[in-house]
C-alpha cells in the first residue's frame, strides 16, 4: 500500500510537465489519442466500486516484444501490479498453522518444540508448505517468469481510496477529483518510468 501511495504522489506535481512527442506516440497507439486514454482512465476510476489504483502500464506479450502497448489495470485495496508481488515465497502456510497460531499441548511436534526449532514451528514437515506453489516451481524450473502471468511495468496511477478525495471533493465528488489529478499528471515523470523499464525502445 505504501509503494502503490508513493507512485501516485509521485506521477502528478503542482506544476506539470507537458507530454513528449515519444509518448504522445505511444498514447496514439495503445489508445487512439490522449483524450481517448484520460476518459478512458477517468471512467475506470470513476466506476471501480471500492478502494484501489488504476494504473498506466506498459504491457509485453512476450521477451520478444521489441515495442510495449500501453494498457489500464485496476488493482483493489492494496493490491500490487507487480509480477513479483504475486509470487513471495512463505516458508509455510498460514492456513495450516492452527497448530502453531492456537497451540494445543497434544499437537503434532508440540513436544519437541524450542527455540531452536522455532523457524519450523516444531511441526513435522507434512505441516510445512509453501504458500504460494508459484514460488516452489519457479525453482524447479529455473523460469523468471510464472506461466501465464502478463508482463507489465506500472508507470503511472491514480489513488481511488475514498478518503483521498472526500475532504476536498465531497461524496459526489469523485469523479471532479479524478479530472483534476488529470490535469496534474507529470508526463515527463510517466515518460522516464517507461525509458527506465523498457530502455532504448520509442
Known sequence: MSHNNDFFFKGFRRKPGRSSDPLDKLVTES??????????????????FGPGFVWLVG?????????????LLNTYLAGSPYVGAHWRKQS???????????????????????EKQFPTYGLQNSNLQYANRSATFAEKSGK?????????????CVNTWPHIYLEQFGVAGKR???????????????????????PGRR
Not at 489508445?31 to 471501480?48: G, Q, Y
Not at 504491457?59 to 521489441?66: A, G, L, M, S
Open 144 to 156: 523468471s517468469i510464472v506461466p501465464g502471468i502478463a508482463m507489465i511495468e506500472p508507470l503511472l
Open 176 to 198: 471532479q477529483y479524478l479530472e483534476a489529478w488529470w490535469d496534474s499528471i507529470d508526463w515527463p515523470t510517466v515518460y522516464g518510468s517507461y525509458e527506465r523499464a523498457y
Open 31 to 48: 489508445f487512439s489519442s490522449f483524450e481517448s486514454l484520460r476518459e478512458t482512465m477517468i471512467a475506470t476510476a470513476d466506476t471501480m
Open 59 to 71: 504491457h509485453k506479450r512476450d521477451n520478444q516484444d521489441k515495442r510495449p502497448q500501453l494498457r
Open 92 to 114: 509455510v502456510d498460514m492456513n495450516t498453522m492452527d497448530n502453531f497460531v492456537n497451540p494445543r499441548e497434544d499437537a503434532p511436534g508440540w513436544a519437541q518444540r524450542n
